[in-house]
DNA sequence: AAACAATCCAACCGCAGCCCG
DNA sequence: TCGGGCTGCGGTTGGATTGTT
């Protein structure tokens, strides 16, 4: 049996405390994100490691936005979960000053349902950058293109796959590589 | 104004996978 | 190669807020 990340006993539970926000803060800025497990008592704070990443990784860190999602944000994470599905992380990956808890949250509350009830006008932009792109990528890099409508081509551990319905023929180049989540942006996540 | 419902979002939980001895 | 420890991820929960009756 695994040990439990932590003593629960002795860990608060709940929201975050200002003060403990600003010793999370404090310690990060001074040591960086080292070891989670460790940090709590290194930084005087009565919670476990894990509850410290997530406070750090989903609010506390300085290059989140704090602002609402913009239109082409809403835009590229209906794209990417169209190839990727729920991975939450890939998809902030994307999206700079984004996390996957705030994608995960916005894609539930938010384009799910827009998606369910307005789903073929949901589509009608996508499909006139399909028509462009179908005739100049289809044959070229397979592995950037879905179906809209329900998966030509998925994309599957990182293998590429044929999926079961193929009706539409139509392909979308979401001009995606799969690189390491991040890189892009990650002088202020690693430091 | 109060009660209830719906929505949002921060935080928690448990599992999977990576890393290292 | 194997096993244990640690971190990251995705699903879920629950409290706070907002909207509706």
Redesign the pocket.
């Known amino acids: 049996m695994?040990?439990p990340?932590c003593d629960?006993q002795h860990t608060?539970?709940?929201?975050?405390s200002q003060q403990e926000d600003q010793k999370l803060v404090d310690y990060i800025q001074k040591h960086g994100?080292?070891?989670?497990?460790?940090?709590p008592q290194a930084a005087g704070l009565l919670?476990?490691?894990?509850?410290c990443?997530?406070?750090w990784?989903?609010?506390l860190r300085p290059d989140l936005k704090r602002d609402?999602f913009g239109e082409d944000e809403e835009d590229l994470i209906i794209r990417l979960h169209a190839l990727l599905g729920?991975?939450?992380?890939?998809i902030?990956?994307r999206l700079p000053g984004r996390t996957?808890?705030?994608v995960?949250?916005?894609w539930?509350?938010?384009i799910r349902?827009k998606l369910e009830s307005h789903r073929h006008v949901g589509f009608t932009r996508l499909r006139a950058e399909i028509s462009a792109a179908r005739s100049k990528n289809q044959a070229n890099d397979p592995e950037t293109f879905i179906d809209v409508n329900n998966q030509v081509v998925g994309f599957n551990g990182g293998k590429l796959e044929p999926t079961n319905d193929s009706s539409s023929g139509i392909y979308i180049n979401l001009d995606l590589t799969l690189s390491i989540?991040s890189k892009n942006f990650e002088s202020s996540d690693e430091n």
């Open positions: 695994r040990k990340c629960k608060n539970k709940g929201a975050w994100e080292g070891c989670w497990r460790s940090l919670r476990c490691g894990k509850s990443r997530l406070r990784r989903n609010y609402g729920n991975r939450w992380s890939l902030a990956g996957d808890n705030e995960k949250n916005y539930n509350s938010h349902k989540p």
